[in-house]
């Protein structure tokens, strides 16, 4: 049998080793998905990603294509259960999508209007979450995290710092924290050039003094929707 | 100015009719008039519940953000407080001069604002009480009643407004809410195919807007008297004036003047506004009262928006306007510059003045630059006021040195004109429902009032020309004599 398996009832082409979602990516075909990036390892942990294969679930981040397999990923059901995923990121969390400037180049807000979310459906948590504004370049704004673990990898992987780590209890405690005695920014060698610097898919780590410079209309998700830009090469 | 009926002599013996601010919707407005034992009315208040709540919420939050987030307080002139926050935020960032693209597009947003808020104001709120009558048949007194009566007037207004809408889609990226003012500058020009688009009906806006200015004139001329009349009352009043002294709705400095006409402070920096104005605070509402500071709390209250504008400025820098303010000026002997519902015809001049100045931006070709932003050197501190469509709006904020807002303090419109709002209402009761019975009609009357300073007092839209209001009339012996609501459903009444 050649290296290929269905995924929507469409032919994908993989070379062993290769996840799912691997493979559907470099062949432009859209998972949704929020904590997988290309260039990191696996965090596997939002769920987003979650395909029936040959009729059961599972993580297309983290499941190896294998030939002849039966994929199923953008059907009412999974899709359904994506939406839900996302109603409860958007409770769990302090979303304010109006008046944030990654609004527009957000991939959970994206991925929100590519699952056709028109509610958050359950009550908002509101959880006391700080803002971290002691670093002169980089602002972040903890209200937005959804734990996806992205800066963790990128900061270890590719800036070889570890300045965040995954911590705290329970739902609303859990979040994303700075490795410095102080827990602040500042406290750590963190630089606006360093790849955990533009990595995160939401607006939690953010430039300083340069909010909204790109005018709606020529946002990255304003010109196509999430599922039509879909690269290998992720930002 | 006066306070008589404010607060009653005696008001032991008359039964207070308390509000509960958590109850009510924001910005829900309530009249309470009080009467003694021959039915005379003896103290009329308009409580309106301000939400305050915002000045905390922006506190903590990076200062790049706070110029889309203020543009919640308000569902009809999101724009104007978008502007405010952008020039407190040009200030603080030690820009002293924007871009000719920036401080152009930034006006061509806000004349589109004005130019849509004040046809929304006049032929969606207002022009049924004109057209039809004060106490007029309440089932047709709404924009439905004037699109099957005068359908000319009504599509006149629908069109302006959404010409409006446009030109602030535009330059600010969309109809509300948009981005496109950000500190030290704007984040977008327009382009050859937007300005054509906006050329196309530009001249047919301004020959709308003049129209608008002859239908509210002959309004006056068909009921001199009685709009003369009514509500009417002597006030100081605010603005800002260009420093030649004319007419400037986007910047420029204070100039104040006294019941008489009598300059209090002129081209003032609004940059140390609290110099001249305080805000005094009544036990009776959650509104502050501003005043201004040489004239002190009891006598300095003023009124700001486009009457106080049209009459304090030298002139209006486009000449149909212009000639429309001379000729508002002489009008019978001057006397509607002291009118309430002299407001309408001034903002309707403004109106015009609107579009005239658009169409000089749109023939500007710095609109297509791409020079956009400008820097300085950082403050801690910034102040923007802007001329909203409803008067003199002032944010003032402190970013401490990790970017962050510590302290907001916002002056809005209905804020200045709090207490002219309430001598407006207490005239109008003292003169239409002295001791009768509340209809629907009557209370119509003390909207009419209000509604010639503020379309909504709420800053919000939802109940488009359906204000909430409750008049209470309560004996010398405290009992609720007549009580009326009137809210989307109309009027409910509770007589015992
Ligand atoms: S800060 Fe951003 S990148 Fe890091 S875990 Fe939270 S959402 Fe993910
Ligand atoms: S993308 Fe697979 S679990 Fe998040």
Redesign the interface.
């Given at each position: 049998m050649n290296n290929t398996f269905q995924l929507d009832g469409e032919e994908i082409p993989f070379t062993p080793g290769q996840t799912i979602m691997q493979a559907a990516t470099a062949h432009g075909s859209y998972i949704p998905h929020l904590c997988w990036h290309p260039d990191f390892s696996v965090h596997g942990s939002c769920k987003l990603c979650t395909v029936k294969v040959n009729g059961r679930f599972g993580s297309s981040c983290t499941m190896e294509a294998q030939p002849g397999m039966e994929v199923e990923n953008r059907t009412a059901e999974l899709d359904d259960k994506r939406r839900t995923l996302l109603q409860m990121l958007f409770v769990e969390g302090n979303h304010f999508c109006p008046s944030c400037e990654k609004s527009g180049d957000c991939k959970l807000q994206a991925t929100a209007y590519e699952l056709k979310m028109m509610s958050p459906h359950f009550d908002m948590f509101y959880p006391d979450r700080p803002v971290d504004a002691s670093h002169p370049d980089i602002l972040l704004d903890f209200n937005r995290c959804i734990m996806c673990g992205l800066c963790v990898a990128a900061s270890r992987e590719a800036d070889g710092k570890n300045i965040f780590a995954m911590g705290g209890r329970g739902l609303l405690g859990r979040r994303v924290h700075v490795s410095s005695e102080s827990g602040k920014l500042a406290d750590t060698d963190f630089a606006a050039t360093d790849r955990a610097a533009s990595i995160c898919p939401v607006g939690v780590i953010l430039s300083k003094r340069r909010g909204f410079v790109v005018p709606i209309g020529r946002r990255t998700y304003d010109l196509a929707p999430i599922s039509a830009q879909v690269t290998e090469k992720a930002p | 100015m006066t306070f008589e009926l404010e607060t009653a002599i005696a008001p032991e013996k008359l039964r207070r009719v308390a509000i509960d601010p958590v109850s009510r919707v924001e910005g829900h407005g309530k009249v309470t008039i009080l009467l003694d034992d021959d039915n005379k009315v003896h103290q009329v208040r308009l409580h309106i519940v301000e939400f305050r709540g915002f000045e905390k919420f922006i506190q903590?939050?990076?200062y790049?953000?706070v110029?889309?987030?203020v543009?919640?307080l308000c569902g009809i002139c999101p724009v104007s407080h978008h502007l405010a926050a952008s020039k407190a935020m040009d200030m603080m960032l030690g820009v002293k001069e924007l871009t000719p693209t920036a401080e152009k597009i930034r006006r061509l947003m806000h004349y589109g604002q004005i130019l849509q808020s004040h046809a929304l104001h006049f032929f969606h709120l207002s022009s049924p009480d004109l057209l039809f009558g004060f106490g007029s048949n309440v089932a047709a007194r709404n924009i439905v009643g004037v699109v099957a009566a005068h359908p000319e007037i009504a599509k006149k207004g629908v069109l302006l407004r959404k010409y409006g809408q446009e030109v602030i889609r535009m330059t600010?990226?969309?109809r509300v809410?948009?981005?496109?003012s950000?500190p030290g500058g704007v984040?977008?020009s327009l382009s050859d195919g937007e300005r054509a688009d906006l050329l196309k009906d530009i001249y047919q806006m301004v020959a709308w807007s003049r129209d608008a200015v002859g239908m509210i004139r002959q309004l006056f001329e068909q009921n001199l008297a009685e709009y003369n009349d009514f509500g009417r009352f002597r006030s100081s009043g605010m603005c800002l004036v260009r420093a030649d002294g004319a007419m400037d709705l986007y910047h420029g400095g204070l100039r104040a003047r006294d019941t008489d006409g009598n300059t209090l402070f002129d081209h003032f920096n609004y940059g140390r506004y609290w110099e001249v104005i305080a805000e005094d605070v009544k036990p009776w509402s959650y509104m502050k009262f501003p005043f201004f500071k040489s004239l002190g709390p009891d006598d300095g209250s003023y009124r700001v928006g486009p009457l106080t504008r049209v009459t304090q400025c030298d002139s209006i820098p486009t000449p149909l306007a212009d000639k429309e303010r001379e000729e508002f000026m002489a009008f019978d002997g001057g006397s509607v510059t002291g009118a309430t519902l002299g407001y309408h015809w001034a903002r309707m001049i403004e109106m015009l003045h609107a579009a005239e100045s658009i169409k000089d931006l749109l023939h500007d070709d710095d609109i297509l630059g791409h020079d956009l932003m400008a820097t300085g050197q950082r403050q801690q501190r910034g102040v923007g006021v802007i001329e909203a469509p409803r008067g003199t709006l002032i944010h003032h904020y402190r970013v401490d040195e990790?970017?962050?807002v510590i302290r907001a303090n916002l002056i809005v419109s209905t804020t200045h004109n709090n207490q002219a709002m309430n001598t407006a209402v207490r005239e109008v009761a003292k003169k239409y429902l002295n001791g009768r019975e509340i209809t629907e009609g009557l209370l119509n009357h003390i909207e009419v009032a209000i509604r010639a300073f503020d379309p909504c007092l709420s800053c919000a839209t939802h109940a488009l020309g359906q204000m909430p209001l409750e008049v209470a009339i309560v004996g010398a012996d405290g009992r609720v004599l007549d009580e009326a609501t009137r809210d989307h459903r109309g009027l409910t009444r509770e007589s015992s």
């Amino acid at each position: 049998m050649n290296n290929t398996f269905q995924l929507d009832g469409e032919e994908i082409p993989f070379t062993p080793g290769q996840t799912i979602m691997q493979a559907a990516t470099a062949h432009g075909s859209y998972i949704p998905h929020l904590c997988w990036h290309p260039d990191f390892s696996v965090h596997g942990s939002c769920k987003l990603c979650t395909v029936k294969v040959n009729g059961r679930f599972g993580s297309s981040c983290t499941m190896e294509a294998q030939p002849g397999m039966e994929v199923e990923n953008r059907t009412a059901e999974l899709d359904d259960k994506r939406r839900t995923l996302l109603q409860m990121l958007f409770v769990e969390g302090n979303h304010f999508c109006p008046s944030c400037e990654k609004s527009g180049d957000c991939k959970l807000q994206a991925t929100a209007y590519e699952l056709k979310m028109m509610s958050p459906h359950f009550d908002m948590f509101y959880p006391d979450r700080p803002v971290d504004a002691s670093h002169p370049d980089i602002l972040l704004d903890f209200n937005r995290c959804i734990m996806c673990g992205l800066c963790v990898a990128a900061s270890r992987e590719a800036d070889g710092k570890n300045i965040f780590a995954m911590g705290g209890r329970g739902l609303l405690g859990r979040r994303v924290h700075v490795s410095s005695e102080s827990g602040k920014l500042a406290d750590t060698d963190f630089a606006a050039t360093d790849r955990a610097a533009s990595i995160c898919p939401v607006g939690v780590i953010l430039s300083k003094r340069r909010g909204f410079v790109v005018p709606i209309g020529r946002r990255t998700y304003d010109l196509a929707p999430i599922s039509a830009q879909v690269t290998e090469k992720a930002p | 100015m006066t306070f008589e009926l404010e607060t009653a002599i005696a008001p032991e013996k008359l039964r207070r009719v308390a509000i509960d601010p958590v109850s009510r919707v924001e910005g829900h407005g309530k009249v309470t008039i009080l009467l003694d034992d021959d039915n005379k009315v003896h103290q009329v208040r308009l409580h309106i519940v301000e939400f305050r709540g915002f000045e905390k919420f922006i506190q903590g939050r990076p200062y790049w953000e706070v110029p889309v987030m203020v543009q919640r307080l308000c569902g009809i002139c999101p724009v104007s407080h978008h502007l405010a926050a952008s020039k407190a935020m040009d200030m603080m960032l030690g820009v002293k001069e924007l871009t000719p693209t920036a401080e152009k597009i930034r006006r061509l947003m806000h004349y589109g604002q004005i130019l849509q808020s004040h046809a929304l104001h006049f032929f969606h709120l207002s022009s049924p009480d004109l057209l039809f009558g004060f106490g007029s048949n309440v089932a047709a007194r709404n924009i439905v009643g004037v699109v099957a009566a005068h359908p000319e007037i009504a599509k006149k207004g629908v069109l302006l407004r959404k010409y409006g809408q446009e030109v602030i889609r535009m330059t600010a990226g969309k109809r509300v809410h948009g981005t496109g003012s950000i500190p030290g500058g704007v984040n977008k020009s327009l382009s050859d195919g937007e300005r054509a688009d906006l050329l196309k009906d530009i001249y047919q806006m301004v020959a709308w807007s003049r129209d608008a200015v002859g239908m509210i004139r002959q309004l006056f001329e068909q009921n001199l008297a009685e709009y003369n009349d009514f509500g009417r009352f002597r006030s100081s009043g605010m603005c800002l004036v260009r420093a030649d002294g004319a007419m400037d709705l986007y910047h420029g400095g204070l100039r104040a003047r006294d019941t008489d006409g009598n300059t209090l402070f002129d081209h003032f920096n609004y940059g140390r506004y609290w110099e001249v104005i305080a805000e005094d605070v009544k036990p009776w509402s959650y509104m502050k009262f501003p005043f201004f500071k040489s004239l002190g709390p009891d006598d300095g209250s003023y009124r700001v928006g486009p009457l106080t504008r049209v009459t304090q400025c030298d002139s209006i820098p486009t000449p149909l306007a212009d000639k429309e303010r001379e000729e508002f000026m002489a009008f019978d002997g001057g006397s509607v510059t002291g009118a309430t519902l002299g407001y309408h015809w001034a903002r309707m001049i403004e109106m015009l003045h609107a579009a005239e100045s658009i169409k000089d931006l749109l023939h500007d070709d710095d609109i297509l630059g791409h020079d956009l932003m400008a820097t300085g050197q950082r403050q801690q501190r910034g102040v923007g006021v802007i001329e909203a469509p409803r008067g003199t709006l002032i944010h003032h904020y402190r970013v401490d040195e990790n970017d962050l807002v510590i302290r907001a303090n916002l002056i809005v419109s209905t804020t200045h004109n709090n207490q002219a709002m309430n001598t407006a209402v207490r005239e109008v009761a003292k003169k239409y429902l002295n001791g009768r019975e509340i209809t629907e009609g009557l209370l119509n009357h003390i909207e009419v009032a209000i509604r010639a300073f503020d379309p909504c007092l709420s800053c919000a839209t939802h109940a488009l020309g359906q204000m909430p209001l409750e008049v209470a009339i309560v004996g010398a012996d405290g009992r609720v004599l007549d009580e009326a609501t009137r809210d989307h459903r109309g009027l409910t009444r509770e007589s015992s």
